[in-house]
């Protein structure tokens, strides 16, 4: 509420200002004289001097007008607020009324604000100077109405159709996904989706919203259910139906409509706001102080309905997935979802180096296995669960707020559980084409930010016989490596993580969602002696650097196996080492 007041006093100054000055101004002109007599005197009279009073009395009124408009208007915001705080259906009907009228008045104060400004700053100059400086007051008073126009053009957001922009696949009703969604829908008594689009971005929701699948040129309508098929590949039966529970719970609860009257005008309010800030005009400062506050208070009321509204769908996971699938989904999605980023960095670098990962998906999976230690996990969990008062704009409460409910705490949470990935995506039919379609959709994403390079053409013999030569030494690194982690039969997120950091040091081209692409093949046993009988040829320093490569990630876990033992004798021997 004191940014609304802050807002206010701001809108208060030039009209203040303006009054005052003018008020001076005009008592100085009239002298004995009252100022009716003033206007008796001037009003309809076409002398110059006249004319000049009346143009000053005009603005002297605007300032009392402009002034009185901001103080109204803050007013019918505040008993709007108070009267809708808690109430969804109140807001939903207030606010998408009130929006639009307060952007007007704003695109109205803002014009009136600037003829204040710029005639105030016109008449301080001449009387008290003797000078005025024209292109200035002209500038200030173009910047002023540039900034309305701006403004005002964010109108026609409120009122648009929301429409969503997703790379995804609409899932068919025969796919098996459906079924389980269905169950979990008839035993929750919700409404099942119209739709379900599966995706590689990470992240789940529901929307009433049109949702424009991009790579299949199609337009969805009704209620849709978007699954990340990265994220799902890291829950079990009880955590993904916990998910889904909740996403569920949504359409139950009619908050996707709710969202549809909500979300076009407080985007609108957004754009307002964006204008009014991007036009930098100094008359534009009052009006995006007030918006600003406009904004601030509406989130607020908002944000809170929804944190509330949350809480209520996870009740609804629980009984879907369990209190420890809803948990574990929670905790989950707050740890890995920043792999996502990863696997685009990665995807970038093997592309403008001629490779392409061909499912992204799968790279995600694999990275979230090693992208954390442990002790990580454990830090993260300690910072999730320190956090309980959720900030007054946030719509989603603390994940601590959230376990709560689920009867554990993240000090209770078990890490191999974290670690742990399930089987929900055998409910997926065909699941890996799905995700092969979709990673070449991301790439050509990416072509088109400008991430990927266009391939050279016309390559010399040499420079393509050059990179041949690279990603071979760079795959016999990946496999020699991944052999060493994998001697044991147990594979232990030390040494993966010491095979990648060295890794990196000795090749610069080396990409750890590749690699971990051999993690997760059982080597072959004979093709590390084929290959380390073929690095011979290098010389004793080369030898030596990637035996003690391969010796560091023996030891990273802080035991030597005798599996590893053995390869590493191996090398010596082979290489003539001792």
Not at 286 to 297: E, K, T
Not at 408 to 437: C, F, P, R, Y
Request: hydrophobic share 40%; aromatic share 8%; glycine share 6%.
């Amino acid at each position: 509420m004191s940014k609304v007041f802050q807002a206010l006093l701001l809108n208060l100054i030039i009209p203040v200002a303006g009054y005052f000055l003018m008020l001076n101004i005009m008592n100085e002109s009239l002298g004995d004289y009252s100022l009716n007599d003033g206007l008796n005197l001037c009003r309809n009279n076409s002398d110059p001097t006249c004319i000049s009073f009346m143009r000053i009395y005009y603005t002297h009124l605007g300032s009392l007008i402009s002034g009185a408009i901001s103080i109204l208007l803050v007013l019918i915001l505040i008993i709007c607020s108070f009267i809708s705080k808690d109430n969804r259906k109140l807001i939903a009907k207030i606010f998408p009324k009130l929006v639009p009228i307060t952007i007007f008045i704003t695109v109205i104060q803002i014009l009136l604000q600037g003829v204040i400004f710029t005639y105030g700053i016109y008449v301080l100059e001449s009387y008290y100077l003797g000078s005025v400086h024209f292109i200035l007051i002209g500038a200030a008073g173009l910047a002023a109405g540039a900034a309305a126009l701006k403004i005002m053009s964010s109108m026609s957001q409120i009122n648009s159709p929301i429409k969503i922009s997703v790379i995804g696949h609409q899932v068919d009703k025969q796919n098996g996904l459906w079924n389980l969604v269905n169950s979990i829908a008839d035993k929750l008594d919700a409404k099942a989706p119209d739709n379900i689009i599966v995706g590689l971005e990470p992240g789940f929701y529901i929307t009433a919203a049109n949702v424009n699948i991009i790579n299949e040129k199609n337009v969805v309508n009704g209620e849709t259910l978007y699954l990340s098929l990265p994220l799902v590949r890291l829950y079990n039966e009880k955590e993904i139906s916990a998910i889904i529970g909740h996403e569920l719970a949504h359409f139950k609860g009619e908050d996707t409509q709710y969202s549809l009257k909500f979300t076009p005008v407080y985007i609108g309010l957004q754009s307002a706001l964006h204008n009014a800030s991007d036009s930098g005009s100094i008359v534009a400062l009052p009006g995006v102080i007030f918006l600003d506050s406009i904004l601030s208070l509406f989130s607020s009321s908002v944000s809170k309905i929804s944190r509330d509204r949350e809480l209520v769908a996870d009740q609804l996971g629980i009984d879907a997935g369990g209190k420890d699938g809803l948990a574990y989904s929670l905790l989950k999605l707050a740890i890995f979802q920043e792999s996502w980023n990863t696997v685009l960095d990665d995807a970038i670098k093997e592309c403008n180096q001629g490779k392409f990962i061909t499912n992204m998906s799968k790279t995600f999976m694999n990275n979230s296995k090693f992208d954390l230690s442990d002790e990580s996990i454990e830090k993260i969990l300690e910072d999730i669960g320190s956090v309980s008062t959720p900030h007054p704009t946030d719509s989603h409460p603390p994940i601590s707020e959230r376990l709560k409910q689920c009867d554990i705490s993240t000090s209770e949470m078990s890490i191999k559980e974290l670690n742990n990935q399930g089987n929900a995506k055998d409910h997926i039919d065909k699941l890996e084409s799905i995700e092969e379609d979709l990673t070449y959709f991301e790439h050509l994403k990416l072509v088109a930010l400008g991430l990927i390079k266009q391939p050279e053409e016309n390559q010399s013999e040499e420079d393509i016989e050059k990179n041949e030569q690279q990603n071979f030494m760079l795959n016999a690194i990946y496999h020699i490596a991944s052999a060493m982690i994998y001697a044991d039969g147990k594979i232990e997120k030390e040494e993966v993580q010491v095979a990648e950091k060295i890794g990196k040091q000795i090749m610069p081209n080396f990409n750890s969602s590749s690699f971990r692409e051999y993690i997760n093949s059982e080597p072959k046993s004979d093709l590390f002696e084929k290959l380390i009988s073929y690095f011979n040829f290098m010389n004793t320093d080369s030898k030596k650097m990637i035996y003690d490569y391969l010796e560091k990630i023996a030891n990273a876990d802080g035991d030597m196996a005798e599996e590893e033992k053995k390869l590493l004798n191996l090398v010596s021997k082979k290489w003539d080492l001792n």
